[in-house]
Nanobody, 127 residues
Framework: QVEVVESGGGLVQAGGSLRLSCVLS????????VAWFRQAPGKEREFVAG????????VNGDPAKGRFVIVADITKNTVYLAMNRLHSEDTANYLC????????????????????WGRGTLVAVSS
C-alpha cells in the first residue's frame, strides 16, 4: 500500500523550532518530487518546500526562505522539514505530498500537480 504519513507537529512558542517527518511507504520512486505544503484555517494550501529525494536538492517556497530546511534520507524513505524561528503566522496543518505523475521540467509547486497526500501534522505557534 502506497501512503504518506507525517509526524512531528505540536505546540511551540514563537522563536522555537520543530522538525517534521514525512515517511513515504510503498512503491514510490526516489526520483519523484516530494513537497511540504501548509494550510491555515480559511486559507489556500501553500507550497513550503520541496525536494527530489534521490538528488537531495531543495526547492524553497517563500515561507521556508532563511528559516526552514528540507532534507531527504532515502535509506529511511523519509523527508524532513526542519523549521526554525517560528512565528504565529506559521500556524497551520503541514501536509506532505508526492507528484508521481509529474513529467515536466522544473519543480512542481501547485497542489494539483501532486497526486499522493498525507493527512498532515498540526503546527501551532504561540506568541
Amino acid at each position: 500500500q502506497v501512503e504518506v504519513v507525517e509526524s512531528g507537529g505540536g505546540l511551540v512558542q514563537a522563536g522555537g523550532s520543530l522538525r517534521l517527518s514525512c515517511v513515504l511507504s510503498g512503491r514510490i520512486s526516489t526520483t519523484v518530487p516530494v513537497a511540504w505544503f501548509r494550510q491555515a484555517p480559511g486559507k489556500e494550501r501553500e507550497f513550503v518546500a520541496g525536494i527530489i529525494p534521490q538528488y537531495n536538492s531543495p526547492v524553497n517556497g517563500d515561507p521556508a526562505k532563511g528559516r526552514f530546511v528540507i532534507v531527504a534520507d532515502i535509506t529511511k524513505n523519509t523527508v524532513y522539514l526542519a523549521m526554525n524561528r517560528l512565528h504565529s503566522e506559521d500556524t497551520a496543518n503541514y501536509l506532505c505530498a508526492a507528484a508521481r505523475s509529474y513529467e515536466r521540467t522544473g519543480f512542481p509547486r501547485t497542489p494539483t500537480e501532486f497526486d499522493l497526500w498525507g493527512r498532515g501534522t498540526l503546527v501551532a505557534v504561540s506568541s
